[in-house]
């Protein structure tokens, strides 16, 4: 949650992100065996957490945290991978369910089971048998519309993916380059899942006709071409309908001022795509100690709470608090397009290349 937006308002799952600057530290060893006492988190730009979330983890565990924060969550992965022998940091986190594949492949991380992993719900857990990762977050990628502009002209949103190469539509959608945007990769994983290996390509053709627009990043698509978003800049867009997520809609409440009472967005549901992002213990990490301490916190109930207003997505914990915002304006897709991590590794990087090949020539 493709994720990929510094300096935006609406982020990871929308890419809302900030820089944290690491607060408090000890003065003991951190476990005794002369470690560091700093464990560093690679992440993507979308990385956020509460100053005094972190601070507690700091207090309590006697390790200081910094964050290296290292573009959008492709760039982040590949260059973690490039770096795994002589890595930045100690844990990554944000790599997805779309690009899962690549960085175990790779060698990305070294097993480590979290305190508290039985807490997260089955459905977000991957690698079982290894744990080389640990679910963190989730989100679902998914068509928005701006309702002023549908109310304006008299004309439904559409919602399905069935419905988005309808005339009606038509010169109204804009989506990511599935080969450089997270949320423009999930949203293709979407369309292939709900329409199969070879009918997916069929559909493109068919967005492809029926106007839709691609740029290179989910800050350029919500925030420059968006008709219906806030965040941006830049002049508004004139495309009404664009590929997001499902908790951008809270985040245009949440920010706003005065909020308005209801969300300026809304949600194709039947377009969605259920992202997952996980962390990991980066193979040869410096502070292996720490950086364990660092996952055991990421899925911990005091993280998992503070989270989702964030970084605007849905905690993986059991038990864990969901904000009435999201109840209220971004609930997830009920039966939202999924897809095995295993079929993403064999077919995504041909997927992109016949996309390429089909939409942007």
Not at 102 to 114: M, S, T, W
Not at 227 to 254: F, N, Q, T, W
Not at 266 to 284: D, H, K, M
Request: hydrophobic share 35%; glycine share 10%.
């Amino acid at each position: 949650m493709s994720i990929t937006k510094k300096v935006s308002v609406l982020a990871v799952g929308l890419g809302m992100v900030g820089t944290l600057a690491a607060c408090g530290s000890s003065s003991d060893d951190a476990d005794g065996s002369g470690d560091s006492k700093t464990v560093t988190l690679v992440s993507h730009d979308s990385w956020a957490a509460s100053k005094d979330v972190i601070a507690a983890f700091e207090k309590n565990s006697g390790y200081k945290v910094e964050v290296l924060e290292d573009g959008d969550a492709g760039q982040a992965v590949n260059k973690a991978i490039l770096t795994k022998d002589n890595p930045q940091g100690d844990v990554f986190f944000g790599v997805d369910n779309t690009l899962l594949s690549r960085a175990l492949d790779n060698g990305l991380f070294q097993p480590y089971e979290p305190k508290g992993s039985d807490l997260v719900l089955p459905e977000y857990r991957a690698d079982q048998d290894k744990h080389r990762v640990t679910p963190v977050d989730t989100g679902d990628i998914c068509v928005n519309y701006d309702k002023a502009y549908f109310s304006k002209h008299g004309l439904t949103p559409p919602k399905s993916f069935d419905d988005l190469v309808k005339p009606a539509y038509k010169d109204l959608l804009v989506t990511e380059n599935a080969g450089s945007s997270s949320p423009g990769l999930g949203f293709l994983l979407g369309t292939a899942a709900k329409y199969g290996d070879e009918g997916w390509q069929d559909y493109w053709q068919k967005l492809k006709d029926n106007g839709v627009k691609v740029v290179d990043s989910w800050e350029q698509a919500y925030n420059e071409e968006f008709s219906g978003s806030s965040g941006g800049k830049k002049a508004k867009g004139d495309r009404p309908l664009v590929v997001s997520y499902a908790s951008s809609p809270p985040a245009e409440v949440i920010y706003a001022d005065p909020q308005p009472a209801t969300a300026p967005t809304g949600v194709a549901t039947g377009t969605c795509f259920r992202q997952v992002e996980y962390a990991g213990l980066l193979s040869n990490a410096g502070n292996p100690e720490g950086g364990k301490a660092l996952l055991d916190f990421l899925i911990s109930k005091t993280f998992q709470d503070d989270m989702p207003l964030n970084m605007f997505v849905y905690p993986v914990r059991e038990g864990a608090q969901i904000p009435q915002s999201f109840v209220r304006f971004g609930p997830q897709a009920k039966d939202p397009e999924t897809m095995d991590p295993a079929k993403i590794a064999d077919n995504r990087d041909q997927w992109v290349k016949s996309w390429t090949s089909l939409v942007l020539k």
